[in-house]
């Protein structure tokens, strides 16, 4: 398959949010993968957007309309389980090839921090299933990539905060059309050298060896 998907997690999701959802959905060309976990479908119900699978364990599984779950393929696990909904998510789209993966609704508001770093850290395991994988998670005023030997592009993100951080015991980093370039900079697990950076060209790049996370930020 080797295509994209959009898992829509059971998280904050204000106004901005929900209209990028849509024309991200809408605009898409070839058309992604949509998945719902568990809460998660609450809000393509909101936006009158039917997924095409659910993986759910039930706890926080809105109400719907006889039917509605007709013609979307359902994965529903006990509650007593040893990995998250969003894993599971991970590890479906893992069985069914697909690479290229991006996550809304991870922002939460709530007293969370150990669902969102959770869902984070999945980012350790980009070659860690079959045929590896891209990791992105996004938000209107907030993106961030999970980035294994590879290079980012990004392109109309001038003004924007970056900062890169380690998830590997050290890694090798390149930055151009950035306020701070560099090249090759060896940055360490815990090390914050390559935080609060700017992008300042329409088009920057970033290229890590090692495994980091890549957050850009809208500035103020």
């Known amino acids: 398959m080797g295509g994209k998907a959009y898992i829509f997690l059971n998280g904050h999701y204000p106004k901005e949010d929900q209209q990028l959802i849509r024309g991200l959905v809408r605009k898409s060309r070839p058309r992604p993968l949509l998945m719902a976990v568990d809460g998660g479908l609450a809000m393509l119900l909101k936006l009158s957007i039917k997924p095409d699978y659910w993986i759910s364990d039930l706890d926080s599984a809105p109400k719907v309309k006889r039917g509605y779950l007709t013609g979307i393929e359902v994965y529903l ?61 996004l938000s209107t005023r907030q993106e961030i990539a999970a980035i294994k030997d590879a290079t980012l592009i990004y392109r109309g993100y001038k003004g924007r905060r970056l900062s890169i951080i380690p998830m590997s015991a050290r890694i090798s980093l390149t930055l151009a059309g950035t306020e701070f370039p560099a090249r090759k900079l060896t940055v360490r697990e815990g090390e914050t050298t390559a935080m609060r950076n700017q992008i300042t060209s329409r088009r920057a790049s970033v290229t890590v060896k090692g495994l980091a996370l890549a957050i850009t930020t809208e500035s103020g």
């Open 77 to 137: 696990y006990p509650p007593d389980k040893e990995k998250t909904d969003a894993e599971l998510a991970v590890d479906v789209c893992a069985r069914l090839g697909v690479r290229d993966i991006t996550f809304f609704g991870w922002d939460v508001r709530q007293a969370e921090t150990d669902h969102l770093l959770g869902t984070l850290f999945l980012g350790r395991n980009l070659k860690g299933r079959k045929g590896g994988l891209s990791l992105r998670y």
